[in-house]
């Protein structure tokens, strides 16, 4: 199917054309015609679907339907939980509007006001923010959202686990209620339903794919390796020339920097993206992975949450991860929009009962796989720091709803809930999708 039976502007088509995108992804398929019917819209999708396009088409059409008035005020408001998600979606927006007259700020923390305030003051069609600065922002009169016609919330599941929801309820409270209200989650939570309840009217759901089911276009492989030799490995693996563009996860962000600055020592170009870097560091990381100065990007998972970098041919986890969702997040940064990628998960003895529930969570076994010449029987090498913060410690929000007690796994018999869907094998609500494994 072609993306002209959708109703969307000829001036779109024509940038989404220039985009190379020759036809819509499901998510873009079921969620574009009820928004351009002007209806509130749930949409269930992970990063790496499309979602970003299923809300900024419909609403570039209809932008592009309705002449500005005589102000310059703001016609759309997209909250999103993290810089660089806020900087994607600016980039994706200013491709779709290429050729439309609109104009779109940016607003985020750990940069200085004074630019995002002239931008704003000087008006904006669109703006695409952090909730936390912009309701600073509001609160200094530089916003005018007296002609809103379309408020998204995009990754709301993760904006609520960063505990941005009463920033968000400020935010959207003095809003007028003539407006468009879409609403993305890779899960629908009970905290989700509520959300929608409070902010929405009325609105058609759509869900793509498994919720716990990652990628089918990627490449799930294990390789069991003792803990002290997961530096060396990740070294032996990256001598493979096909693993050009690698995404590493480690748990902690003082082990992120230790593997750079390993891999940079043995001649492997390595950036870091992690919380405590700065918003230029963490700017200068992705644009030098995503241009191919660096081979290598290692980060932690709530600094690499929802980043959009074509490419990724690989990601390591080098630490396995601590929850499903983050798992399936990671392996969905590689094998995008089809593109296929593998995903590598380093499994230490300590990590096996966690591989066992999330093979059960994903209702599927994933390959055991030994690396070909690596030296399995290696001692403990001399520059071996073993990792010193125990998991209760690890990276994590203050405000994570995530901090639960541990749930495992569970076999459900109730099927008929909104979300539907093929939950895997586990059936698991969503409530239990976010505890520990
Ligand atoms: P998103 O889920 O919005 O983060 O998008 C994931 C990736 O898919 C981005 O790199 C987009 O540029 C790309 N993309 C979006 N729509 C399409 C499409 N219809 N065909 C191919 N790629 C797409």
Known sequence: ????????????????????????????????????????????????????????????????????GQRRATRVLVLAPT???????????????KHLPLTVATVFGGVGEQPQIRALRAGADVIVACPGRLLDLMGQRCTDFSQLKFLVLDEADRMLDMGFLPSIRRIVQPLTKQRQTLLFSATLSKEIEALTHEFQKSPKTVQIGRRANPAETVTQLVYEVPKHLKPALLHHLLRDPSMDMVLVFSRMKHSADRIAKALEQKGIRTATLHSNRSQNQRLKALKDFKSGAVRVLVATDIAARGIDVDGISHVVN?????????????????????????????????????????????GRGIVRRKAEGFNYAAGVPADYQPERTPRSQQQRNPNSQRRQPQVQPQRSSSSGNRSGGNRGRSGQSSGQQRGRW
């Open 318 to 362: 080098y630490d396995f991860p601590m929850h499903a969702e983050d798992y399936v997040h990671r392996i969905g940064r590689t094998g995008r929009a089809n593109a296929v990628g593998d995903a590598i998960s380093f499994v230490t003895p300590d990590d096996h009962g966690e591989l066992r529930s999330l093979e059960r969570f994903i």
């Open 83 to 97: 810089r660089e998600l806020v900087v994607q979606i600016e980039e994706n927006i200013k491709a779709y509007a």
């Open 1 to 68: 199917m072609s993306f002209q039976p959708l109703g969307l502007d000829a001036k779109i088509l024509q940038a989404v054309k220039e985009a190379g995108y020759t036809e819509p992804t499901p998510i873009q398929t079921a969620a574009i015609p009820p928004i351009i019917a002007g209806h509130d819209l749930i949409g269930i999708a992970q990063t790496g679907t499309g979602k970003t396009a299923a809300f900024t088409l419909p609403i570039l059409t209809k932008l592009a339907e309705q002449p500005p």
